[in-house]
Protein backbone atom coordinates (compact mmCIF):
# COMPACT_ATOMS: atom_id res chain seq x y z
CA UNK A 1 0.00 0.00 0.00
CA UNK A 2 1.21 3.53 -0.96
CA UNK A 3 1.89 6.03 1.85
CA UNK A 4 0.15 9.00 -0.05
CA UNK A 5 -2.18 6.81 -1.72
CA UNK A 6 -5.96 7.35 -0.33
CA UNK A 7 -7.00 4.03 1.37
CA UNK A 8 -3.53 4.94 3.46
CA UNK A 9 -4.86 8.63 4.02
CA UNK A 10 -8.41 7.07 4.83
CA UNK A 11 -6.87 5.04 7.45
CA UNK A 12 -4.74 7.95 8.77
CA UNK A 13 -7.60 10.36 9.23
CA UNK A 14 -10.08 7.44 10.93
CA UNK A 15 -7.06 6.76 13.67
CA UNK A 16 -6.29 10.28 14.40
CA UNK A 17 -10.04 10.83 15.24
CA UNK A 18 -10.53 7.80 16.84
CA UNK A 19 -7.94 8.52 19.01
CA UNK A 20 -8.88 11.93 19.56
CA UNK A 21 -12.37 10.74 20.74
CA UNK A 22 -10.98 8.00 22.94
CA UNK A 23 -8.72 10.92 24.60
CA UNK A 24 -11.94 13.38 25.10
CA UNK A 25 -14.45 10.53 26.39
CA UNK A 26 -11.34 9.19 28.90
CA UNK A 27 -10.76 12.91 30.30
CA UNK A 28 -14.73 13.34 30.80
CA UNK A 29 -15.34 10.46 32.16
CA UNK A 30 -12.96 11.24 34.77
CA UNK A 31 -14.26 14.20 35.60
CA UNK A 32 -17.66 12.52 35.60
CA UNK A 33 -16.74 10.25 38.17
CA UNK A 34 -15.49 13.04 40.57
CA UNK A 35 -18.84 13.22 42.54
CA UNK A 36 -19.37 9.64 42.97
CA UNK A 37 -15.66 9.51 44.50
CA UNK A 38 -15.29 12.92 46.51
CA UNK A 39 -18.58 12.63 48.17
CA UNK A 40 -20.39 9.04 47.22
CA UNK A 41 -22.19 9.20 50.42
CA UNK A 42 -24.18 12.96 49.04
CA UNK A 43 -27.91 12.53 49.81
CA UNK A 44 -29.21 13.52 46.18
CA UNK A 45 -27.06 9.95 44.66
CA UNK A 46 -26.45 7.82 47.78
CA UNK A 47 -29.17 5.32 47.18
CA UNK A 48 -26.87 4.96 43.95
CA UNK A 49 -23.15 4.97 44.86
CA UNK A 50 -22.89 4.62 48.55
CA UNK A 51 -21.66 1.76 48.06
CA UNK A 52 -18.85 3.21 46.70
CA UNK A 53 -17.28 4.78 50.01
CA UNK A 54 -16.35 1.62 51.20
CA UNK A 55 -13.37 1.88 48.84
CA UNK A 56 -13.71 5.86 48.13
CA UNK A 57 -9.42 6.08 47.75
CA UNK A 58 -9.80 3.79 44.93
CA UNK A 59 -12.47 5.84 42.93
CA UNK A 60 -10.21 8.90 43.46
CA UNK A 61 -7.86 7.19 41.94
CA UNK A 62 -9.66 6.19 38.90
CA UNK A 63 -10.57 10.15 38.51
CA UNK A 64 -6.87 11.10 38.64
CA UNK A 65 -5.90 8.03 36.86
CA UNK A 66 -8.32 9.23 33.81
CA UNK A 67 -7.92 12.50 33.64
CA UNK A 68 -4.40 11.66 33.42
CA UNK A 69 -4.33 8.85 30.77
CA UNK A 70 -7.24 11.01 28.89
CA UNK A 71 -4.38 14.00 28.96
CA UNK A 72 -1.62 11.19 27.27
CA UNK A 73 -4.36 10.91 24.64
CA UNK A 74 -4.45 14.22 23.73
CA UNK A 75 -0.84 14.44 23.91
CA UNK A 76 -0.34 11.20 21.41
CA UNK A 77 -3.16 12.63 19.14
CA UNK A 78 -0.75 15.93 18.45
CA UNK A 79 2.21 13.29 18.14
CA UNK A 80 -0.10 11.60 15.40
CA UNK A 81 -1.10 14.61 13.51
CA UNK A 82 2.50 15.99 13.72
CA UNK A 83 3.88 12.75 12.18
CA UNK A 84 6.12 12.21 15.13
CA UNK A 85 8.22 8.88 15.17
CA UNK A 86 7.21 7.64 18.98
CA UNK A 87 3.22 8.50 18.04
CA UNK A 88 2.44 4.95 17.34
CA UNK A 89 4.33 3.47 20.41
CA UNK A 90 2.97 6.37 22.33
CA UNK A 91 -0.84 5.94 21.53
CA UNK A 92 -0.66 1.96 22.11
CA UNK A 93 0.78 2.36 25.65
CA UNK A 94 -2.47 5.21 26.36
CA UNK A 95 -4.69 2.99 25.01
CA UNK A 96 -3.59 -0.39 26.87
CA UNK A 97 -3.72 1.86 30.40
CA UNK A 98 -6.61 3.07 29.69
CA UNK A 99 -8.07 -0.75 29.18
CA UNK A 100 -6.50 -1.69 32.05
CA UNK A 101 -7.70 1.31 34.46
CA UNK A 102 -11.57 0.66 32.53
CA UNK A 103 -11.31 -2.61 33.15
CA UNK A 104 -10.84 -2.58 36.64
CA UNK A 105 -13.18 0.27 37.36
CA UNK A 106 -16.00 -1.27 35.57
CA UNK A 107 -15.33 -4.70 37.69
CA UNK A 108 -15.15 -2.52 41.11
CA UNK A 109 -18.42 -0.81 40.47
CA UNK A 110 -20.24 -3.83 39.17
CA UNK A 111 -18.87 -5.85 42.23
CA UNK A 112 -19.66 -2.72 44.51
CA UNK A 113 -23.33 -1.61 43.36
CA UNK A 114 -24.02 -4.08 40.65
CA UNK A 115 -23.62 -1.65 37.45
CA UNK A 116 -21.34 0.69 36.16
CA UNK A 117 -22.56 2.67 33.50
CA UNK A 118 -21.56 4.85 32.05
CA UNK A 119 -17.63 4.01 32.62
CA UNK A 120 -18.61 0.85 30.15
CA UNK A 121 -18.72 3.06 27.41
CA UNK A 122 -15.46 4.41 27.30
CA UNK A 123 -13.88 1.46 28.06
CA UNK A 124 -15.58 0.04 24.67
CA UNK A 125 -14.80 3.51 22.63
CA UNK A 126 -11.04 2.59 23.96
CA UNK A 127 -11.24 -0.98 23.46
CA UNK A 128 -12.24 -0.40 19.44
CA UNK A 129 -9.42 2.01 19.29
CA UNK A 130 -6.93 -0.19 20.35
CA UNK A 131 -8.08 -3.16 17.84
CA UNK A 132 -8.14 -0.59 14.99
CA UNK A 133 -4.46 0.25 15.92
CA UNK A 134 -3.44 -3.33 16.43
CA UNK A 135 -4.82 -3.79 12.99
CA UNK A 136 -2.79 -1.12 11.40
CA UNK A 137 0.25 -3.26 12.18
CA UNK A 138 -0.02 -5.80 10.00
CA UNK A 139 2.29 -5.62 7.20
CA UNK A 140 0.35 -4.83 3.59
CA UNK A 141 -1.55 -1.84 6.07
CA UNK A 142 1.74 -0.44 7.74
CA UNK A 143 3.27 0.20 4.52
CA UNK A 144 0.80 2.38 3.96
CA UNK A 145 -0.20 4.04 7.47
CA UNK A 146 3.18 4.52 9.14
CA UNK A 147 2.07 7.66 10.72
CA UNK A 148 5.80 8.59 11.31
CA UNK A 149 6.16 8.82 7.71
CA UNK A 150 2.98 11.15 7.68
CA UNK A 151 3.47 14.89 6.45
CA UNK A 152 2.05 17.26 9.73
CA UNK A 153 -0.44 19.12 6.87
CA UNK A 154 -1.83 15.86 5.44
CA UNK A 155 -3.35 14.68 9.11
CA UNK A 156 -4.13 18.51 9.98
CA UNK A 157 -7.44 17.63 8.41
CA UNK A 158 -8.45 14.99 10.53
CA UNK A 159 -7.22 16.25 13.37
CA UNK A 160 -9.27 19.39 12.88
CA UNK A 161 -12.26 17.13 12.17
CA UNK A 162 -11.79 15.50 15.80
CA UNK A 163 -11.91 18.73 17.35
CA UNK A 164 -15.46 19.69 16.15
CA UNK A 165 -16.35 16.13 16.92
CA UNK A 166 -15.20 16.14 20.12
CA UNK A 167 -16.83 20.00 20.60
CA UNK A 168 -19.69 18.94 19.76
CA UNK A 169 -19.87 16.18 22.07
CA UNK A 170 -18.47 18.49 24.92
CA UNK A 171 -21.50 20.91 24.01
CA UNK A 172 -24.05 18.07 24.34
CA UNK A 173 -22.78 15.91 27.06
CA UNK A 174 -25.86 17.26 29.58
CA UNK A 175 -28.40 15.50 27.13
CA UNK A 176 -26.62 12.32 26.27
CA UNK A 177 -25.28 11.72 29.74
CA UNK A 178 -28.01 13.08 31.20
CA UNK A 179 -30.03 9.67 32.07
CA UNK A 180 -27.08 8.07 34.17
CA UNK A 181 -26.06 11.09 36.09
CA UNK A 182 -30.12 12.32 36.99
CA UNK A 183 -30.58 12.09 40.74
CA UNK A 184 -33.53 13.50 42.71
CA UNK A 185 -34.74 15.45 39.31
CA UNK A 186 -31.29 17.09 39.02
CA UNK A 187 -29.40 16.49 35.59
CA UNK A 188 -25.63 16.41 37.43
CA UNK A 189 -24.37 16.08 34.04
CA UNK A 190 -25.09 19.81 33.44
CA UNK A 191 -22.86 21.13 36.64
CA UNK A 192 -19.70 22.23 34.75
CA UNK A 193 -22.47 23.96 32.03
CA UNK A 194 -20.01 26.96 31.78
CA UNK A 195 -16.79 25.11 31.96
CA UNK A 196 -18.06 22.79 29.53
CA UNK A 197 -19.73 25.52 26.99
CA UNK A 198 -16.29 27.53 27.01
CA UNK A 199 -14.41 23.94 25.95
CA UNK A 200 -17.24 22.90 23.64
CA UNK A 201 -16.84 26.35 21.75
CA UNK A 202 -12.83 26.40 21.81
CA UNK A 203 -13.08 23.00 20.32
CA UNK A 204 -15.19 24.00 17.22
CA UNK A 205 -12.81 27.07 16.32
CA UNK A 206 -9.76 24.95 16.93
CA UNK A 207 -10.70 22.34 14.49
CA UNK A 208 -12.70 24.78 12.24
CA UNK A 209 -9.51 27.09 12.00
CA UNK A 210 -7.21 23.58 11.92
CA UNK A 211 -9.22 22.20 8.56
CA UNK A 212 -9.32 25.52 6.85
CA UNK A 213 -5.50 25.89 7.44
CA UNK A 214 -5.44 22.64 5.97
CA UNK A 215 -7.31 22.93 3.11
CA UNK A 216 -5.93 26.41 2.53
CA UNK A 217 -2.37 25.27 2.38
CA UNK A 218 -2.97 22.40 -0.14
CA UNK A 219 -3.54 25.13 -2.76
CA UNK A 220 -0.23 26.66 -2.00
CA UNK A 221 2.85 25.05 -3.90
CA UNK A 222 5.94 25.63 -1.82
CA UNK A 223 8.45 23.78 -3.33
CA UNK A 224 11.08 26.24 -4.80
CA UNK A 225 11.83 27.95 -7.72
CA UNK A 226 14.96 27.39 -9.62
CA UNK A 227 15.43 29.16 -12.10
CA UNK A 228 17.30 27.17 -15.26
CA UNK A 229 20.43 29.53 -15.58
CA UNK A 230 21.89 32.39 -13.69
CA UNK A 231 22.59 35.63 -15.04
CA UNK A 232 26.12 35.96 -16.16
CA UNK A 233 28.15 39.07 -15.00
Request: hydrophobic content about 50%; glycine content about 12%; overall charge positive.
Amino acid sequence: MSHNSFFAKFLRFIGIVLMALTAGFTILGGVGTGCAAFAPLNPDWADSMGPLAQMQWLYIFYVVAGVAVGIAGVRAVIQLVRGDSKAYRDSLITLLVGVVIGVLHIATSRMLRGKSMPVDMVVYATVLTLVIFLLFRIPGIWQGVDFAHGKGKDNQMAGGAAAIMLGLFTLTIQYTMGVTHTWGGVNYADAFNFTLTFAGAVLLLLGTLTMTIAQFSKKIDYSPTIPESLPTA
